[in-house]
């Protein structure tokens, strides 16, 4: 267990609304990450962060921000939603030590936008 | 660059049938590879992993053999139950950036 917590766990949001997705962990990972999980498509990377303040696109970013202001939360803001955005989204984080190659994920919100 | 393919689903079995799920690579480097499962309305969890050619991964009576001339990790299991249904990916790691395959879907009837 990474101590990975996201919430909300459930969101039902209508398009055109900002909706942020927050994504906490308990043990000073550097390395974070957004990936929405559609059918079809496997996970997909949206953003990543390697530190406070220090963030990277991933290849599907259209339409997504993230902020990191503390090592423990990393979030995701929709500006604007829409339905193509209505998803699974998991955060995970990229353990270190014995584990540095190794990713762990949180439990994904479910995302419907309307 | 880097990328995953894994067989397509959905594969049914029965149990205590012998299960394969194929997958290969491209990659820069010498990533390291990985099995996830997921379970229904979960998020993915680690089953197995080998950090370089050669190398044998294990857990729960899943295996999976980093073969680098055939850029293959096949992910196997002599005997499935029920309680292994779930979705499994494959998944490489270059370095800090991870790639996901598209995910197979495995259901084991009694």
């Known amino acids: 267990d990474a101590g990975i917590t996201q919430s909300p766990r459930h969101k039902v949001t209508e398009t055109g609304t900002p909706v942020t997705l927050r994504c906490h962990q308990t043990e000073n990972h550097r390395y974070m990450y957004w990936y929405r999980q559609d059918p079809g498509h496997g996970l997909r990377l949206i953003h990543y962060s390697y530190g406070v303040k220090d963030t990277d696109k991933g290849e599907v970013s259209d339409g997504y921000s993230v902020s990191r202001s503390k090592t423990e939360d990393f979030l995701l803001t929709l500006e604007s939603a829409t339905s193509s955005q209505t998803s699974v989204y998991f955060c995970?984080?990229?353990?270190?030590?014995?584990?540095?190659?190794?990713?762990?994920f949180g439990p994904g919100t479910r995302l419907t936008v309307l | 660059g880097n990328s995953v393919t894994q067989m397509e689903g959905p594969v049914t079995l029965s149990e205590e049938a012998f299960l394969t799920i194929n997958c290969t690579y491209t990659a820069t480097g010498y990533p390291s590879l990985f099995w996830y499962v997921q379970y229904p309305g979960e998020g993915l969890q680690l089953l197995l992993k080998?950090?370089?050619?050669?190398d044998k991964g294990s857990n729960k009576g899943f295996e999976a053999t980093y073969r680098k001339e055939t850029t293959s990790f096949h992910l196997e299991k002599g005997s499935v139950q029920v309680s292994d249904s779930a979705v499994y990916f494959c998944?490489?790691?270059?370095?800090?950036?991870?790639?996901f395959g598209t995910g197979t879907s495995l259901t084991v009837i009694p």
């Open positions: 995970a984080i990229k353990g270190e030590r014995e584990s540095t190659d190794t990713q762990y």
């Open positions: 998944a490489l790691s270059p370095g800090n950036q991870f790639y």
């Open positions: 080998a950090t370089k050619a050669d």
